[in-house]
């Protein structure tokens, strides 16, 4: 979580309670309400098997009069089957009668174990009484943050202010995420919330941009979730941003969310290290990406990571096989600043020093070209641990 002072958007009332979902007692359900309809936008998870909220929130995105969100933790309501979706759509219609709106401007999440019905009496009355707590304070929006983990250590938020054409903007986010994290969308849940003017297509567009660059840029264990959903609400009520004030406020969105994913990355379930693999030179930007999220995915380069082992050959190697062009005479590699491979050729270097020094940051910096080209990309993924294994073996038992 950021120390950063709290800049909450004007516009939005949050709050989190417990309502029983968790075995644990901790809080489970989130809500957050638009004083008046939003623009909101969403990108979604693109595995096959779909959960019945995103499935329902999908469907009502993009908008113009969105009115609420809400979350519960602990279940996901994924394989559900009718009755899941008939389970979500009343969650949503006992929200909007509260709310004073239409049941088609709730937007709903959901996160946790897969497979199993929500335990609707819980969520009623979760419902009524996370709608009674509804406050535009700090508090309470730390209090909506902390209700939507699940495995997370701890809670993800990131804000910030911004001056744009004479108005002071807004942007307040918040994400859960550790394990079943991989690319495609959005591998967690967030929203983001912010009191600038958007139009909805622009709304959209920037979204899948932001995404692009950040939630997809991340990796714990290679595994897409059911439930992958990121939101952008809007509360601004002035003439929509435009031309270089869209562009300035896409570039602090964007800045937002890549501080909120490598988070995610950071409380990958046992993690003790981020990799921020940068890989240049390759034939375009894609072609970064692909060779990126292939070095990233790596079981043998994470374990490498974790016990701070300087194994050039392992990431080089990852990087051939990703399926990419790529000129192995020009490929050059270096970790923690050091220069290990250059050329094609592995370089003499002092490997206890280094491993040293690996084992002493959090975040572990992999730089590697490729080749000559223009073409570059950023990911950041997690090192992998005993901890993972035995937390996952352990999940559902």
């Known amino acids: 979580m950021s120390d950063s002072p709290l800049f909450l958007p004007r516009g939005f009332r949050f709050a989190g309670a417990t309502c029983g979902i968790k075995a644990s007692g901790k809080p489970d359900i989130s809500l957050i309400v638009s004083d008046h309809p939003v623009v909101a936008a969403g990108v979604y998870t693109t595995n096959k098997i779909v959960a019945a909220p995103v499935v329902l929130s999908r469907s009502r995105t993009p908008s113009a009069a969105i009115r609420a969100v809400l979350t519960n933790s602990g279940n996901a309501n994924a394989c559900t089957g009718e009755q899941g979706m008939a389970d979500a759509k009343s969650t949503c219609a006992q929200l909007a009668s509260l709310v004073g709106c239409d049941e088609s401007d709730v937007l709903v999440m959901s996160t946790g174990v897969i497979g199993k019905r929500l335990p609707m009496d819980k969520i009623r009355s ?64 967030s929203v983001m919330c912010t009191d600038a003017s958007i139009n909805q297509n622009d709304a959209r567009a920037m979204l899948t941009r932001v995404a692009n660059v950040s939630f997809n840029r991340v990796s714990v264990d290679g595994h897409t979730s059911t439930n992958d959903t990121l939101l952008l609400l809007a509360s601004g009520t002035d003439e929509p941003l435009s031309g270089d004030a869209l562009a300035e406020f896409e570039a ?98 002092d490997a206890a020093s280094l491993s040293r020094t690996m084992k002493g940051q959090p975040q572990i910096d992999v730089e590697l070209r490729v080749g000559s080209g223009k073409g570059q990309a950023t990911y950041w993924s997690s090192d992998l641990t005993t901890d993972y294994v035995r937390f996952n073996s352990e999940y559902t038992t």
């Open 252 to 349: 602090a969105l964007t800045k937002l969310a890549i501080n909120l994913a490598k988070q995610l990355v950071a409380d990958g379930e046992g993690a003790t290290h981020v990799m921020q693999i940068h890989v240049f030179g390759a034939e375009s930007d894609a072609s970064a990406e692909v060779i990126a999220k292939t070095v990233a995915a790596s079981p043998l380069v994470k374990c490498a990571i974790t016990g701070g082992d300087p194994n050039w050959g392992r990431i080089v190697s990852a990087a051939g096989y990703a399926g990419e062009p790529l000129e192995p005479a020009k490929v050059s590699l270096s970790v923690c600043g050091q220069a290990i491979y250059e050329d094609g050729t592995p370089l003499d270097f």
């Open 126 to 189: 979760g419902v009524e009484q996370v709608h009674g707590k509804l406050a535009s304070s700090d508090a309470a929006f730390v209090d909506a943050a902390e209700a939507i983990r699940t495995t997370d250590a701890a809670r993800k938020t990131e804000t910030c202010e911004l001056t744009l054409a004479g108005k002071t903007i807004r942007i307040a986010a918040m994400a859960k995420g550790a394990g079943m994290i991989a690319p495609n969308m959005a591998t967690m849940l």
